[in-house]
């Protein structure tokens, strides 16, 4: 009894060692590559070679343009259901006109965002690491670097300064639509009158929570190409191994999205 | 000119450890096609993954044009990559490319050409594997055997010293395995490139190659221009190169008696 109580904990105790051996390895390998895609991107430009910018147009007409619709779609519809279930509240402290504010605010500092960020690591993170894997599984990257080509730069940096981009612009689009949702719902619906809604919704917001929402969205993009590109990377073996790690793209670079959301969140909370 | 001595190799660790490679000596020489031969598993693959720096050697040492590469990195190790060009097996075009983007690839990236001046010379190429006019189709709308040739033209790409195939011929029909082997000859003996081909297709190993090298089991068994290979009175060489089904290499990969695994199982 006492013998097998022993042993379970101490098989437990490997089966911790060996997974927090893995995750470390996983961070670090993460670490390095984020490393070296800054260090393609931002460092060797100034050392003599320039970036070619072709691939990096395609790129941002691939993972921005093309991601307007979904990204109005959903943030347009955020800023009617936010009003809706606001306006619930609100009236009942007899602050229906405030709407505006609460709409505006929370899309700016929080949720435009954030909820960008998710559609784009579920769009673009996905694809990202499927077509980056099968080029590791097709031997691509191989060819790339027997011909003297750094994947790193070739594959990483052009889409990771289109995401770096694109995130930010998606994001001011993003809080223009779901205010503008907010809004129709409000002075329709609701029945406030416009003019009040725009005073109020005015005087809430602040240039500050662009900026703070903004800088949120940097590191956003920042997470969803290298958690998307370390997940193609790692990729040995065949299709199976593709579509797995596409999954485990997406799941990681979501909660890693939350995850930087709220550290970011509390810092300026604390600091501003 | 590459020198390989003593090269060792082995994958996994413990109980599960398979020696892949096991003191692998070889000299390719200037302009000669050397040929690796070997049945699936015997580690010719993994020869050539040394060769191009994708594995390293567990000891043993590469010569390159009289430079140790086998430990090499970044820099200094693209510097050797630039003396040599790679066919894979698969082919390893870019998808997302055309035909004349994955042949100019590497003259954009690593000469100053200018535009006009690489698309006369993707022609070049192209006109060489027979292939011109196929520039603007993408490597998904091209049968098997062009990507292989494309392949072999976008290796050939910057007029390398070294050019390395992985299965140049697998999967071809005869007429393009014809024309494969005509391109390596000619390449090698006009163009004085060193070849190095691994394969198990032996009659075009046997065509081509002015030296043979057989691994069986990450051992050289035989190594000698083809007539030697020919006439060795080694009973693995000649099963190998008739191609019989009996003989001291066992088809059967398993290590265990068929019997008493059968056994076993009714037991159970």
Request: charged share 20%; aromatic share 8%; with cysteine.
């Amino acid at each position: 009894m006492v013998r097998s109580f022993f042993g379970f904990i101490g098989r437990r105790g490997f089966e911790f060692v060996d997974t927090s051996a893995d995750f470390f390895r996983e961070i670090s390998g993460l670490y390095y590559l984020t490393r070296s895609t800054l260090y393609c991107t931002f460092i060797e430009p100034l050392r003599g070679k320039p970036i070619k910018w072709r691939p990096v147009w395609t790129q941002m007409e691939e993972v921005g343009v093309k991601s307007t619709t979904i990204v109005f779609l959903v943030s347009f519809l955020i800023g009617v259901i936010l009003a809706f279930q606001s306006a619930h509240q609100l009236s009942r402290l007899g602050a229906l006109e405030f709407v505006g504010a609460l709409v505006g605010v929370a899309i700016l500092r929080e949720l435009g965002p954030l909820m960008t960020a998710l559609v784009m690591a579920g769009r673009v993170g996905a694809a990202f690491t499927a077509e980056m894997g099968t080029m590791k599984v097709s031997d691509e990257v191989l060819a790339l670097e027997t011909m003297a080509l750094n994947p790193v730069k070739f594959l990483i940096t052009p889409r990771f300064l289109a995401l770096l981009i694109m995130l930010p612009c998606l994001t001011i689009m993003a809080d223009l639509m779901g205010i503008l949702g907010g809004f129709l719902i409000g002075t329709t619906t609701l029945g406030i009158d416009p003019v009040v809604y725009i005073n109020n919704s005015l005087d809430a917001m602040v240039v500050k929570d662009v900026v703070t929402g903004l800088i949120k969205s940097v590191v956003f993009a920042v997470i969803i190409v290298m958690v998307g590109s370390y997940m193609a990377f790692i990729i040995e073996g065949g299709a199976e191994k593709v579509g797995q790690n596409t999954r485990t793209a997406v799941v990681v670079s979501m909660i890693l999205v939350i995850i930087a959301d709220l550290v970011f969140t509390s810092l300026f909370f604390f600091v501003f | 000119m590459i020198e390989i001595n003593h090269l060792r190799k082995s994958f996994g660790e413990g109980d599960k450890k398979i020696v892949v490679l096991d003191d692998f000596n070889a000299k390719m020489e200037k302009g000669q096609i050397t040929s690796i031969i070997g049945g699936s598993g015997s580690g010719k693959s993994t020869v050539l993954k040394h060769l191009i720096g994708a594995y390293t050697p567990d000891s043993g040492e590469i010569w390159i044009d009289g430079e140790e590469v086998s430990l090499l990195k970044g820099e200094a190790a693209n510097s050797v990559r630039k003396k040599f060009g790679i066919m894979f097996q698969s082919g390893a075009l870019f998808n997302s490319l055309t035909v004349e983007d994955n042949v100019a690839l590497p003259m954009r990236e690593h000469t100053e050409l200018n535009e006009s001046t690489i698309q006369i010379m993707v022609k070049m190429k192209l006109e060489m594997v027979g292939l011109r006019g196929a520039e603007h189709l993408k490597p998904s709308q091209i049968s098997g055997g062009m990507v292989k040739r494309i392949a072999l033209a976008r290796a050939i790409a910057l007029d390398p010293k070294i050019v390395f195939y992985d299965e140049p011929s697998a999967g071809l029909d005869p007429i393009s395995i014809g024309v494969i082997d005509k391109l390596i000859m000619d390449l090698s003996h006009k163009m004085g490139i060193t070849s190095v081909v691994v394969t198990h297709e032996i009659p075009s190993a046997m065509r081509i190659s002015d030296k043979i090298i057989m691994l069986f089991k990450g051992i050289i068994i035989a190594s000698g221009s083809p007539d030697e290979i020919r006439n060795s009175d080694d009973p693995r060489v000649q099963q190998f190169i008739e191609g019989s089904p009996d003989g001291p290499i066992p088809f059967s990969k398993s290590q265990t008696d068929y019997g008493e695994e059968l056994k076993e199982m009714s037991q159970v």
